[in-house]
């Protein structure tokens, strides 16, 4: 079993800028990827950031150029800085641990709210 805790949600303006935090704990696997989902009103949970152990990313291409991923392997914990928030960047944001040789798991955080006014 693997543990998410996420924070720094919150409300912003257009423009501004939120750090997100995930840290995991439990049953690590070394070899993983840990990523952020975001889930609007009324849409599917969809990626917007993903980092494996390695250090390689994956962004969406709404995500390109605004946000950036990154991670401390020592803490097991995923950051998410977000710059130039849109309102459409508005929804819940989740936290996802997975490891990523057999067997493939994957673990959810409660997620944090984000909400950019406009």
């Known amino acids: 079993q693997v543990q998410l805790v996420e924070s720094g949600g919150g409300l912003v303006q257009a423009g501004g800028s939120l750090r997100l935090s995930c840290a995991a704990s439990g049953s690590i696997f070394s070899i993983n990827a840990m990523g952020w989902y975001r889930q609007g009103p009324g849409k599917q949970r969809e990626l917007v950031a993903d980092?494996?152990?390695?250090?390689?990313?994956v962004y969406a291409e709404s995500a390109k150029g605004r946000f950036t991923i990154s991670r401390d392997n020592a803490k097991n914990t995923v950051y998410l800085q977000m710059n130039g928030l849109k309102p459409e960047d508005t929804g819940v944001y989740y936290c996802n641990w997975r490891r990523r040789v057999d067997p493939i798991t994957n673990y959810w955080g409660q997620g944090t709210q984000v909400t950019v006014s406009s």
């Open positions: 980092i494996t152990s390695a250090g390689t990313t």
